[in-house]
């Protein structure tokens, strides 16, 4: 017994649907945690006085280090924050 055409169609096209919402999903997330990464960043060269290259290895090394994701080190990255410890270590020394 075979499906209906237009059965098979809409179960299609709502699985199209759906993968398509999940990539959003993604990509809405990386995006948000593009920019957060980005304004750590800034905030770090400023603080420290280095390039932004810099900026960005040292919450790579630190959130290597402590098996922390990238993107929620930089969270903790704020204007009139003191810098996470993990960071510092590497940028006072």
Known sequence: MSQDP??????????VTE???ERRAQLQHA???RIVIEQAKGIL???YGLGVDEA???IRQASRSNRF?????AAQIRPG????P????????
């Open 86 to 93: 993990e960071v510092a270590s590497l940028l006072d020394g």
């Open 31 to 33: 995006l948000e945690s």
């Open 45 to 47: 060269a400023e603080r």
């Open 19 to 21: 993968a398509s919402y």
């Open 56 to 58: 960005f290895e040292a």
């Open 69 to 73: 994701k990238l993107h929620e080190l």
């Open 6 to 15: 237009a059965a098979v169609a809409l179960e299609r096209l709502l699985a």
């Open 81 to 84: 924050q003191p810098t996470p």
